[in-house]
């Protein structure tokens, strides 16, 4: 049994034996040699952190901050939270096989590419356009960049974000207590991550698409039970109408009340679906409660959610000028980050090139499925929300209500390389 079941799913094995080893690969100093990443953020949240982790390591949590302004809550303002997903690992750190504490960035990078993986063969893609979906989200530069610039907690938050879309449409493709159960574990990892921002994304994402589902559902079952009177074995179409009242009467009249009742049987499935994904939204809120109240609590007095909230000026600064969406094309167009960048931004690490050959398949895919809900729709959204918006109003609401003490490091780039990695896929299928 063992060897049928290898022999039916070799690709897929192959697949993921491709995506273990190019992470083992990619992080092997931070794997296999105990090394870190030392840049100038992770040297100065060290150093920020310093003296609550001594204090941890004693026995006692820190719930304040005296080291940064006149103090400040230690956890309510997710500057020092131990206690995440990825801080699993640090369960067996005094072991001597346990890795260094940064493997987690390694777990999660490849839980990423893997949630990219397992939602694009849920929609049926071949396993060699998933394996390449995955890899192109993992190995973006924003990802990569995240990894290696210090920004632990965006990688972890938004290795989530795969999975949660996986989630939401197999919850409303079948609503199961299972599925809403897998949904709101996934959601609640994902806000216990601890980044905000991130989280913030997914689920307005999540939003974009279940309102999408429901505004294009609901009126297709009941245009298709309208335009379809299935009655003995016969289907009659709007134009057939005459034939069927003036021949048929008797019949017609019991195709008309088997359509009306499969209109409701479909109207139904959509609202039990809908109470499902609340259901499970409610839960995975419960879930990260222990953090999300804290955070709740402390917005208020914080610059981003007191007195106003944060300055529309400082926090739009930060849009990506439309102009710069040719480093889509030509990655160091604007200079590509750090003293070499030139664009309208205040700085960057780097561009939101995610390949060529990735864009191209992308539009592609685009080109040859423009109508897919799950392709366009959910992923459009995405777009619109995550590159970096060039309206100000894409970022003013997400900067002023997380409640942080600086205002977020390109807020709004993180969830580009999503869409591109989602695209590429279909597109290299659509080429056969």
């Known amino acids: 049994m063992m060897t049928t079941y290898l022999s039916a799913h070799r690709h897929t094995l192959v697949a993921l034996a491709v995506l273990v080893a190019l992470t083992l690969l990619f992080f092997r100093p931070v794997i296999f040699s105990a090394m870190h990443y030392a840049t100038a953020d992770v040297r100065e949240t060290a150093g920020a952190i310093a003296p609550l982790d001594a204090a941890l390591k004693q026995g006692t949590y820190p719930l304040w901050n005296s080291y940064l302004f006149s103090g400040m ?3 309510a303002s997710v500057m020092f939270v131990p206690y995440t997903p990825a801080s699993l690992i640090d369960l067996v750190a005094n072991l001597p096989f346990a890795p260094p504490r940064r493997f987690a960035l390694a777990l ?17 893609t071949n396993v060699a356009p998933a394996l390449l979906g995955g890899l192109a989200f993992q190995f973006s530069i924003d990802l990569v960049g995240m990894a290696t610039g210090g920004h632990d907690t965006k990688l972890e938050t938004i290795a ?8 939401v449409e197999r919850l409303l493709a079948l609503p199961t207590p299972a599925r809403a159960a897998t949904l709101a574990l996934v959601l609640g990892l994902q806000l216990l991550s601890a980044h905000v921002q991130m989280a913030y994304y997914t689920w307005l994402a999540i939003g ?19 335009t379809n009177l299935s009655f003995r074995g016969a289907v009659f179409a709007p134009r057939n109408l005459v034939i069927a009242v003036t021949r048929f009467p008797p019949a017609l009249a019991g195709g008309a009340r088997v359509a009306s009742l499969e209109m409701t049987r479909g109207l139904r499935r959509h609202i039990s679906a809908l109470i499902w994904l609340l259901a499970a939204l409610i839960a995975g809120l419960a879930l990260a409660a222990a953090l999300c109240l804290p955070i709740a609590n402390y917005t208020a007095y ?21 102009w710069e969406l040719l480093t889509f094309i030509a990655p160091h167009l604007f200079g590509f980050g750090d003293v070499t960048y030139w664009g309208g931004l205040p700085f960057t ?7 060529i050959i990735v864009l191209a398949l992308a539009i592609v895919a685009v080109i040859k499925r423009p109508t897919h809900p799950s392709g366009v729709t ?12 060039t309206h100000p109003s894409g970022v003013t609401a997400t900067a002023a209500d997380t409640p942080t003490t600086e205002p977020p490091n390109h807020p709004t780039i993180q969830l580009p390389p999503s ?3 989602r695209f590429a896929a279909p597109g290299v299928r659509k080429l056969y």
């Open 73 to 75: 809550p230690s956890y």
């Open 108 to 124: 999660h990078s490849l839980l990423a590419a893997l949630g990219v993986f397992v939602y694009l063969r849920w929609h049926k």
């Open 160 to 167: 989530y974000l795969p999975w949660a879309l996986w989630s």
């Open 208 to 226: 974009l698409y279940a309102a999408y589902w429901t505004i294009c559902g609901i009126p297709f079952t009941v245009w298709n039970n309208f």
């Open 302 to 322: 914080s610059i981003r959610g007191g007195a106003g909230g944060l300055a529309t000026e400082r926090a739009v600064q930060w849009s990506l000028p439309p």
């Open 349 to 355: 690490s780097a561009g939101l090139y995610s390949g």
């Open 378 to 389: 959910a992923n459009a959204a995405y777009m619109s929300i995550a590159e970096r918006p």
């Open 419 to 421: 869409p591109r990695a």
